[in-house]
């Protein structure tokens, strides 16, 4: 069993893991991670909801240097890139990208979810976290 | 309705002062301010007030004076000056007060802002995985602002390196040599697109300000500045904030674009007849983004007013006239105050070696940060 950052973040699906938003039954707007309020019409009919597992690239950065507490990653997952990927329809997710080269980041390209480690407990058992690889399907 | 006036400032040099509070540095600040008015701290019918880091302000009147006046303390973010700015504004147009004082001071140590997740309510998972960083957000925010309007990478090095040639003409900026956009350009990368030179640091200093009802403005001083409007928003859903796991797919304009049409409303007055302005420039690209959502130019247009001059302090549209936040730092609480501070020097003639030429009569402010929220000013003669 893959260890996770925070398991309400996740659901899974039998494409795979995906991140667990919230739905509003009102108006459709979605978040993440989920909430009981929605932000766009005020309501509180918000339903759990799986999120796509793909997206686009909508912005990107990559993190130069390595952030203070309570930042606790482990240097060997250093350096990490960081983007917003639209996920059609529902929502703009922020998330870690396994690539830090700003040549091979560009805003539009296809992105898909992935499981990556970000730091080893103490006993050196490696935590997860989602993050975007560039791609447009599990391969 | 009053309508209001600013007849005294008072100002702590921002930058580093070891030994020195941040309180002590804002009663320095307003006892300058006082000064300024030709008054006593006995005079001020009311206070606001607020540091993010460096204590309440109403305990300030241990030192001033305990004359008894409601003094009340502010805490909003980069917005605290501009919030408390506001309230006093209220105040007297509302004919509550006839005058009053507002300081903003602070003293944060190197490398300040972390920020507890919880305190935004949002999951430990967001600091734990290296996502509660404001550097990256900006970095964000200005990569996709330059793939949406076309913009090249190129102005965000000009724009530093103006902020820093105005703070080498300022006496009271913390920053005060010059660095070439290659130099700016060569720094170490914090958060692509954005270096090191192009982010503000965190620092010290205050700002005080005597406002009065304009009617009796003249009683105080021979160059009483007008605030005009003054005027305060927060996000919409759809606007692209910091510390947002999530940003809705439906797009908003940021809280700056109705705080600064509101002002410019209130005021009676157009972007277009500013001859001085002050916009937050955290970082280079919040100057580039900021100019065009207040109002000052078009979205896209910025790159040529840079090219051309225009918002130095000797073109038409000069833009962070002290060096902005680039070069003076960012004490939380001070910030939004020190804009009005150069603003008020600004147009009293009185702003020196980085005196804008011409005799400007109209002058903007505008604070920025968060949540999401927005504080913007219309300053005239």
Redesign the interface.
């Known amino acids: 069993m893959i260890r996770l950052?925070?398991e309400?973040?996740f659901t899974r699906t039998p494409d795979g893991v995906a991140l667990l938003?919230s739905r509003c039954a009102d108006c459709s707007?979605?978040?993440?991670?989920r909430q009981g309020g929605c932000?766009?019409c005020t309501g509180s009919a918000m339903a759990d909801v799986p999120l796509s597992r793909t997206g686009t690239l909508?912005?990107?950065?990559?993190?130069?240097?390595r952030?203070?507490?309570?930042?606790?990653?482990s240097e060997r997952y250093e350096p990490?890139g960081?983007?917003?990927v639209?996920l059609p329809?529902?929502?703009?997710?922020?998330a870690?990208l396994t690539e830090t080269d700003?040549e091979r980041l560009a805003?539009g390209m296809p992105m898909v979810l992935e499981l990556v480690p970000?730091?080893d407990d103490l006993d050196g058992v490696p935590v997860h976290?989602f993050a975007f690889v560039a791609g447009s399907s599990d391969v | 309705m009053s309508e209001v006036a600013i007849v005294g400032i008072g100002m702590h040099r921002f930058g580093r002062t070891d030994g020195v509070s941040g309180r002590a540095q804002a009663v320095h600040a307003a006892r300058e301010a006082l000064r300024d008015a030709g008054l006593r701290f006995s005079d001020m019918r009311f206070g606001f007030g607020g540091s993010h880091s460096a204590g309440d302000a109403d305990t300030l009147v241990s030192e001033l004076g305990l004359t008894g006046l409601p003094f009340i303390n502010v805490a909003n973010g980069c917005a605290t000056g501009g919030s408390a700015l506001i309230a006093a504004d209220a105040a007297i147009r509302s004919g509550q007060h006839d005058i009053g004082i507002v300081i903003g001071f602070d003293k944060h140590p190197r490398?300040a802002f972390?920020t507890?997740?919880a305190d935004h309510g949002i999951?430990?998972?967001y600091?734990?995985?290296?996502?509660?960083?404001t550097t990256?957000f900006f970095?964000?925010?200005v990569?996709?602002y330059l793939?949406d309007h076309g913009i090249a990478p190129g102005v965000l090095a000009a724009i530093a390196e103006k902020a820093f040639r105005n703070g080498a003409r300022n006496p009271m900026a913390w920053r005060r040599t010059e660095l070439s956009a290659a130099e700016i350009a060569a720094a170490?990368?914090?958060?692509?697109?954005l270096t090191q030179y192009m982010y503000c640091s965190p620092g010290q200093g205050a700002v005080a300000l005597v406002l009065c009802r304009a009617d009796r403005a003249r009683t105080y001083t021979g160059r009483p500045v007008y605030l005009r409007g003054a005027e305060f928003r927060s996000r919409r859903?759809g606007s692209f904030e910091v510390f947002?796991?999530?940003?809705?797919?439906e797009r908003a304009d940021s809280p700056t674009v109705e705080a600064s049409a509101a002002a410019f409303a209130a005021a009676g007055i157009g972007p277009d007849e500013v001859d001085v302005a002050q916009v937050q420039d955290t970082e280079s690209g919040a100057e580039l983004m900021h100019m065009a959502e207040t109002g000052l130019c078009a979205h896209g247009e910025q790159e040529k007013l840079l090219a051309g001059g225009t918002t130095e302090i000797e073109g038409r549209l000069p833009v962070n006239t002290d060096g902005g936040c680039i070069a003076n730092g960012e004490p939380i609480g001070a910030s939004g105050l020190r804009q009005v501070y150069e603003t008020v020097l600004q147009l009293r003639g009185d702003a020196g070696a980085h005196q804008v030429p011409g005799d400007p009569q109209v002058g903007f402010t505008h604070v920025y940060g968060a949540p999401g929220i927005s504080a913007c000013t219309v300053l005239t003669r």
Do not use: N
């Open positions: 950052v925070d309400s973040l938003g707007a979605y978040t993440f991670p932000p766009r909508w912005s990107w950065t990559v993190q130069g240097f952030p203070k507490p309570p930042y606790c990653g990490y960081v983007g917003y639209e329809g529902q929502l703009i997710v922020e870690r700003p805003i970000f730091r976290t | 490398g972390d507890d997740p999951g430990a998972w600091g734990e995985t290296g996502l509660m960083v990256q970095g964000l925010k990569q996709r793939h170490p990368m914090i958060s692509h697109p859903y947002s796991p999530w940003l809705a797919s």
